[in-house]
């Protein structure tokens, strides 16, 4: 009697099994550092509240880092800004753009990308290997990669 009892409490678990997944969700700073490395870019010169400018409002979501690695020759200075959720970046998104213009020299090789609810920025050109996995760690990190 006992042996059909846990039986059917562990199919009952084995059927909401689905409903008990872990949702992705994003990775924190040293998380996106771990897969920027484990892809080959390092990261050093970590300054947390570093947005680029002085905006008050990216402030405290920002980190500035050093990378380098892959076939990117020089070091590239990054700016990070790590929103609390998908709402918080669709509304402030647009205000990445507008800091950048304080630290970007030469607007045309701007390089960004977006993995919700991460923008990482930086002074461009980035060369090709360096910039895809730039773009695969954010989006790792964000949790929505497959």
Not at 43 to 68: E, H, M, N, Y
Not at 133 to 141: L, S
């Amino acid at each position: 009697m006992v042996t059909l009892g846990i039986a059917i409490l562990a199919a009952g678990c084995a059927d909401n099994a689905d409903n008990l997944r872990a949702s992705p969700t994003p990775a924190d700073f040293g998380g996106i550092v771990n897969e920027l490395r484990r892809l080959g870019i390092g990261v050093d010169k970590v300054v947390s509240g570093d947005a680029g400018c002085s905006d008050q409002t990216l402030i405290p979501t920002a980190i500035g880092f050093d990378a380098r690695g892959l076939d990117q020759g020089p070091v590239v200075r990054m700016h990070l800004y790590a929103f609390r959720d998908k709402a918080t970046f669709d509304r402030l998104r647009s205000s990445v753009d507008t800091c950048a213009q304080s630290f970007v020299t030469d607007p045309g090789s701007f390089e960004s990308v977006d993995a919700a609810p991460f923008v990482v920025t930086g002074q461009g050109p980035w060369a090709q290997q360096f910039e895809a996995a730039v773009r695969q760690a954010m989006t790792v990190a964000a949790g929505t990669s497959d």
